[in-house]
């Protein structure tokens, strides 16, 4: 796949990127993540995950079920602070 | 911030979560229904074509058909049901965090299901990112829900059901569909779906594969290549095909975010979309009282998704205590083979075998924590 090709729409984050994350030492979508922003977009990796779990995959030669997805945090989907605030103008 | 309590919290108002309901309150137990949507019945009012099957799983009827009756029934039943509500969160294993409309709230519920869905693959090439390239999932949406046609000029990426259900029906909505490429070797749907798009004329390209969108702000057209057994691009097989909507019919994966979050364990089985949460013949999770049902539990079709929603319902009702054991163990073993017929033939072995090994890894992971 050519380097340019954008994986993670949300953040444009390239297949290059991710290579050159995996290169610098990570071996985890969350170690993908943190170098290169994969995953912290609107979608909140739901288009790109499982993507940067087969290039980790791919690249580390780790098996496909040992690349677990990032750790996931409440809240799943975007909500405005506002309402959990208690003023949801702000 | 209101603190609501009820017997049954389900996450989803689709095939899965609308039966589950349906079945909980119907033997009598206080069911909330949580869907993020305006609308409920999930993927089912995208459904414009009749299912197959049996008659005790609807076939001959369409898919929004289905969807008014489980509508229907939900009312009958008691259920409340709760739109444009979205669950963010799991807590202490039996509390969701709400925000419907502007109201922020939590639920403590004594049994929780989660039928959360799934969502589409997605295929990353060059251009890929322009407007035109979408979901075929959302391509159907925009057709069959919205009445908005998403382009004229059409190639679809997979020949799966779901590729060829939404060609044939963007064909009706006035589409022009120029080609459906597909990888692998051989069509991936039902011969019946095929044929109907090859009838209209519509080249089906095995071993074939999407290089790139190009366009200047949005799709004009798709360079389409052959691919060799080793899955290389033949080279000089490039083709340009002018389009301006490239529809991507890659498969689907569970929505699991709340069943990682509420602690459930994992296992790994690609058939079913990769990893999906353990559960027991019961479709309860690791975590005491919560279920799964539906496409979260790895992905099928839509009257699997009923029948593990069934099965999900009767279960808690059980769990609760609101059926007697017997009558409980019947009503769940009929479900049970219901499904069995559905994982049943060319296309339903394969996920029999695999939601075998989903529970087999339940049992596994239940024996070597009680061996601690």
Not at chain 1, 10 to 27: R, S
Not at chain 2, 31 to 60: T, Y
Not at chain 2, 110 to 129: C, D, H, Q, R, V
Not at chain 2, 350 to 367: D, L, P, S, Y
Request: net charge negative; charged share 20%.
């Amino acid at each position: 796949m050519d380097r340019n090709v954008i994986i993670c729409r949300c953040q444009e984050v390239t297949y290059g990127e991710i290579l050159d994350a995996i290169a610098d030492g990570a071996t985890t979508v969350d170690g993908v993540k943190k170098r290169t922003r994969a995953g912290m977009g609107l979608c909140q990796g739901k288009t790109c995950q499982r993507r940067v779990q087969q290039i980790i995959a791919s690249q580390t030669g780790q098996k496909p079920e040992d690349v677990l997805p990032a750790t996931y945090r409440v809240p799943v989907r975007p909500i405005r602070m506002g309402v959990i605030g208690g003023n949801k103008d702000e | 911030m209101k603190n609501f309590e009820t017997e049954v919290a389900i996450i989803g108002a689709g095939s899965a979560g609308l039966c589950a309901g349906i079945q909980a309150a119907n033997a009598g137990a206080k069911v909330m229904i949580f869907d993020e949507n305006h609308l409920p019945g999930g993927q089912l009012f995208k459904q414009i074509h009749k299912f197959f099957g049996s008659r005790e799983h609807r076939a001959g009827i369409r898919g929004y058909e289905i969807g008014k009756q489980l509508l229907d029934e939900v009312e009958k039943s008691g259920a409340d049901v709760h739109l444009n509500s979205v669950v963010y969160g799991i807590f202490d294993g039996n509390t969701l965090g709400v925000v419907e409309g502007d109201n922020h709230y939590s639920v403590k519920a004594k049994k929780i299901i989660i039928a959360s869905g799934g969502k589409e693959n997605y295929l990353p090439f060059k251009g890929s990112t322009l407007p035109g390239v979408m979901g075929a999932g959302a391509a159907q949406t925009m057709v069959n829900v919205n009445r908005v046609l998403p382009g004229k000029e059409v190639i679809m990426v997979g020949s799966g059901n779901v590729g060829l259900i939404v060609s044939y029906q963007l064909m009706q909505a006035g589409a022009n569909v120029k080609a459906i490429v597909e990888a692998a070797p051989s069509i991936g749907g039902y011969g019946v779906h095929a044929s109907k798009i090859c009838r209209a004329g519509v080249p089906i390209k095995v071993r074939h594969t999407v290089l790139e969108a190009y366009g200047e702000n949005e799709v004009e057209g798709a360079v389409v290549a052959e691919l060799d057994e080793n899955w290389n691009v033949v080279p000089g097989s490039e083709q340009n095909i002018a389009c301006d909507t490239i529809c991507l019919a890659v498969g689907l994966n569970p929505m699991s975010e709340l069943a990682y979050i509420a602690g459930c364990e994992m296992t790994y089985i690609p058939l079913l979309g990769g990893h999906v949460p353990m559960h027991d013949e019961n479709l309860e999770t690791t975590v005491p009282g919560i279920y799964v049902a539906g496409d979260v539990t790895g992905v099928e079709e839509a009257s699997t998704a009923m029948e593990e929603g069934n099965l999900a319902g009767i279960s808690v009702a059980r769990a609760l205590g609101l059926i007697n054991d017997e009558e409980g163990k019947e009503i769940a073993d009929n479900f049970r083979n219901r499904m069995l017929n559905l994982r049943s033939g060319a296309f339903g072995e394969g996920r029999r075998i695999a939601k075998a090994t989903q529970v087999e890894a339940f049992n596994e992971f239940q024996a070597k924590e009680g061996a601690k």
